[in-house]
């Protein structure tokens, strides 16, 4: 499999999936603000979105849409148990992946690191905040990872609450949360996958202002 990404966007959630599974896959690397590939094509032929991730998977067609990389990544290797493969908790697995992507995503972290984002959408997004963090503060009070071990919905929330410090957003009033992130960061899939691709968003900034 193929993952087109850009460092440390959300498409990290699945490398650290990848990786958590020992499993191999190619990178791609995107230019987000070109919509350039390596090679000089336009990877809006890929998505027309411009937006990674995108998975080419092993018979060359394409998949789009995190949550269901995820998915379909974290299935693809059962012995990883990344996926739970039936059930309830299949189920919640889903839930937090949606609630990551609509409630935190999209709702809140995207509108509050795009600069083009008027100031009162970013403040209607950031009266958001409180009430889901509480939420997710609560949740991991009494629980380690969002559901009974490490999955794909923890990839995807470490990756997000990675953005944090970059739009401001103080997680200190959530200690459980902080703690979580702190914890889930030490996991090697992450340690290895957020090391790699900090290295690649530098590169890519020093390219940007060179
Ligand atoms: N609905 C898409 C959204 C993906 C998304 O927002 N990707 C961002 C990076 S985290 C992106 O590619 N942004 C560039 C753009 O929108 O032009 C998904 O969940 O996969």
Redesign the pocket.
């Known amino acids: 499999m193929q993952l087109y990404f ?1 460092p440390l ?3 990290l959630a699945t490398r650290i999936v990848f990786y958590d599974a020992e499993a191999q896959a190619d990178y791609i690397q ?1 230019d ?1 603000k070109q ?1 350039r590939l390596p090679n000089g094509e336009d990877f809006r032929e890929i998505n027309p ?5 995108v998975l080419r998977l092993d018979d060359g067609s394409l998949l ?4 269901a ?1 995820l998915q379909y990544v974290g299935e693809c290797f059962p012995n990883a148990e990344l996926m739970p493969g039936v059930g309830a908790e299949q189920a919640r697995v889903r839930q937090w992946l949606g609630f990551i ?1 609509t409630e935190l ?2 709702g809140i972290y ?1 509108p509050l690191l795009d600069p083009r984002a008027s100031d009162a959408a970013k403040e209607y997004a950031r009266s958001h905040l409180s009430s889901r963090m509480d939420l997710l503060e609560t949740h991991l009070w009494e629980n380690k990872f969002l559901v009974k071990r490490f999955t794909v919905a923890d990839a995807y929330l470490v990756t997000i609450l990675n953005w944090s410090s970059a739009c401001n957003i103080d997680l200190k009033p959530w200690g459980v949360v902080s703690d979580y992130f702190a914890r889930v960061r030490q996991r090697p899939s992450v340690t290895r996958a957020m090391t790699e691709e900090f290295a690649l968003y530098q590169q890519e900034r020093q390219r940007a202002n060179a």
Do not use: D, F, M
């Not at 979105?49 to 991730?53: I, T």
């Open positions: 850009a966007a959300c498409s995107v987000l919509k979105l411009g937006q990674v991730p789009r849409e995190n949550t990389i992507g995503h999209k995207v």
